[in-house]
């Protein structure tokens, strides 16, 4: 009870500090997070699920949730999940937006709409449609000076969290990983550009597709999410895990070897040194020092 009650003042602090600077969060999930109908879930959906945590660090129930599922191709049927989730948590707030054309992203009544949201979210699907669809756009600059000056959230699940970094997985197969140009990168939004976020990390056997990334910038931090997995990034300082899951960071920056530049496409790869940390639900991570601190073994789930 101590270290749930010790939790809840940073909470409290980290979103005066929030309030005080204007800056939003940005929400990367792994995929698959729970939307209320699971029958047996980890987590409690309605008491700290995935998002429950992603409305109450908005405006709680009153929340303004603007869904975009530009990256998928079933949109309507991701809609009416969302709908249903966030509506058995107590928001009935929730626009939807299939956006599939720069165009569109200059229109005057869907800025309006998006000029209002308390959390932006993008759903799961092809990641690559959303830089193409919405980049470098009336909406894409919007979403940028909300998330820097108004404290804007900003959600993603599986491609709308890969998404969310400047270098963006764009694909790759998980069996032909840790050979040069086995993945394929993109621009991505680059609302935190020192990052490279994938996702269905554990279930689809990711880990070599991020290291590959990571070697081919070896500046950025590489973030693999589980399903039913996020972490809520502060201002780019630092992120906690929430949900169900694991969050597994790749550090690059302690690499001694990486010979990723000097290979011809095709070659396998070979690194040293590499920091690795496999974090879950509570765990932090300062993106300033590097320092890790891990939520007690005594407290619970949160």
């Given at each position: 009870m101590f270290y749930l009650v010790k939790f809840a003042a940073v909470c409290k602090k980290m979103n005066m500090r929030r309030e005080i600077q204007g800056a939003g969060l940005l929400i990367?999930?792994?995929?698959?997070?729970?939307?209320?109908?699971?029958?047996?879930?980890?987590?409690?959906?309605?008491?700290?699920?995935?998002?429950?945590?992603?409305?109450?660090?908005?405006?709680?129930?009153?929340?303004?949730?603007?869904?975009?599922?530009s990256a998928s191709s079933i949109p309507d049927e991701v809609s009416e999940q969302y709908r249903d989730g966030f509506k058995r948590l107590g928001c009935k707030s929730l626009c939807h937006y299939h956006i599939t054309s720069q165009e569109e992203c200059e229109d005057e009544k869907l800025l309006k709409t998006f000029s209002k949201a308390d959390i932006v979210m993008f759903s799961g699907g092809n990641q690559s449609r959303l830089p193409k669809f919405i980049g470098k756009t009336s909406l894409h600059k919007l979403l940028m000076d909300r998330y820097s000056n108004e404290g804007l959230v900003i959600a993603g699940t599986s491609a709308g969290a890969m998404a969310m970094s400047k270098f963006m997985i764009a694909g790759g197969s998980a069996s032909e990983s840790l050979v040069k140009g086995a993945v394929r990168m993109k621009r991505g939004f680059g609302f935190i550009p020192g990052l490279i976020i994938d996702t269905h990390f554990v279930r689809r056997g990711r880990f070599g597709r991020l290291a590959e990334a990571v070697a081919k910038y070896p500046n950025c931090l590489g973030i693999g999410l589980a399903e039913d997995t996020g972490v809520v990034i502060q201002s780019e300082r630092e992120f906690r895990v929430i949900g169900s899951g694991m969050a597994i960071v790749m550090d690059p920056r302690t690499l001694k070897h990486n010979n990723h530049e000097l290979l011809e496409p095709g070659t396998p790869l070979s690194m040293t040194g590499m920091t690795v940390h496999f974090l879950a639900n509570g765990d932090t991570f300062s993106l300033e020092d590097n320092q890790v601190k891990v939520l007690p073994m005594s407290a619970d789930f949160i």
């Open positions: 990367p999930i792994g995929g698959g997070e729970d939307r209320g109908e699971e029958t047996d879930p980890i987590l409690p959906f309605e008491e700290k699920g995935v998002l429950k945590h992603v409305l109450t660090l908005a405006n709680g129930v009153d929340s303004r949730v603007v869904l975009v599922t």
